[in-house]
C-alpha cells in the first residue's frame, strides 16, 4: 500500500517501517527456513522473486507490511536497518467487496525476540492502526493448527475460533471491532507515535556521519 510508504511506527520495544528494498536479502535468508516456511504457509522463493513481492506488497492497494525493527538497536545510528529488523507484520484486504474485512498475519522472524510480548504489542499497534487509517471493522487470522502460542496470542486479544479447515490444517479467529475493541486499542496501543518515515533515517544517517567524524572543532 502506498498509504504506508513514508509511515513510522514507535511502540515500546519496536518501531515499524515500510518494507523496502533494502530489507529484501535479510527477509530472503529468513524464509529459507522451513520452520518459518510452515508457520506462514510459504514457498521458497529466489531473492529475485523475493524483490518481486517486495514491489507487489508496497504498490498493491490490497496489502498493508510493516517490518518489525528492535527498538532498542534501532535506537543506534550505527547500525544499519537491516540488522535490526525481526519480523513483518501484515494486513491483508482479502474480500474486494468488503474492505473493512481484513486477515492479520504476523511473523517475528528472529527465534531470541519470541516470548516477550513482543508479538502481543505489534498487533495491538497493527490492529489499532488498521481501524485508524484503514477504516477496518473487522479482522481475521488464520493460524496454522499446530502453532498453538500464536492461536494462544489471539484468543488473549479477544479473537474467537470461527472455523477449523483440516484441508489447509489452519484455524480461522475473528473479532469485530466495537467500541469495547476500541478502548481496549486505545489503552494498549494509545502510546504508539507517528513519525515521518523519511525523516527518521536522515537523522539516523545524519548521527551515525557525526559519530564516524567525531564533533566539530
Known amino acids: 500500500m502506498k498509504i504506508n510508504e ?7 520495544k519496536v518501531v515499524l517501517v515500510p518494507y523496502n528494498v533494502e530489507h529484501v536479502p ?8 522451513a520452520e518459518l516456511q510452515q508457520l506462514t504457509a510459504s514457498e521458497p522463493l529466489t531473492l529475485e522473486q523475493e524483490y518481486d513481492m517486495q514491489r507487489s506488497w508496497r504498490e498493491d492497494a490490497d496489502k498493508c507490511t510493516f517490518i518489525i525493527l528492535d527498538k532498542r538497536r534501532w535506537a543506534d545510528s550505527g547500525a544499519e536497518e537491516a540488522q535490526c529488523m525481526i519480523g513483518d507484520v501484515n494486513i491483508f484486504l482479502t474480500d474486494p467487496t468488503d474492505p473493512s474485512l481484513a486477515e492479520l498475519e504476523i511473523m517475528i522472524a528472529e527465534p531470541s525476540y519470541r516470548g516477550r510480548g513482543i508479538g502481543k504489542e505489534v498487533t495491538q499497534m497493527m490492529m489499532h492502526y488498521g481501524v485508524t487509517k484503514l477504516g477496518i471493522s473487522r479482522f481475521q487470522a488464520k493460524i ?7 492461536i494462544a496470542m489471539f484468543k488473549k486479544l479477544h479473537f474467537q475460533q470461527v472455523s477449523v479447515c ?3 490444517k489452519e484455524v480461522t479467529l ?3 471491532v466495537d467500541e469495547s475493541l476500541r478502548r481496549r ?4 496501543a494509545g502510546h504508539v507515535t507517528e513519525r515521518d518515515y523519511r525523516a527518521a533515517r536522515g537523522g539516523r544517517r545524519d548521527a551515525a556521519s557525526q559519530a564516524a567524524t567525531g564533533p566539530l572543532p
Open 6 to 12: 513514508n509511515t513510522l511506527l514507535e511502540g515500546h
Open 26 to 33: 535479510r527477509y530472503h535468508e529468513w524464509m529459507k527456513s
Open 144 to 150: 496454522g493448527l499446530d502453532n498453538d502460542v500464536s
Open 166 to 168: 483440516q484441508v489447509f
Open 174 to 176: 475473528e473479532t469485530a
Open 185 to 188: 486499542l486505545s489503552q494498549h
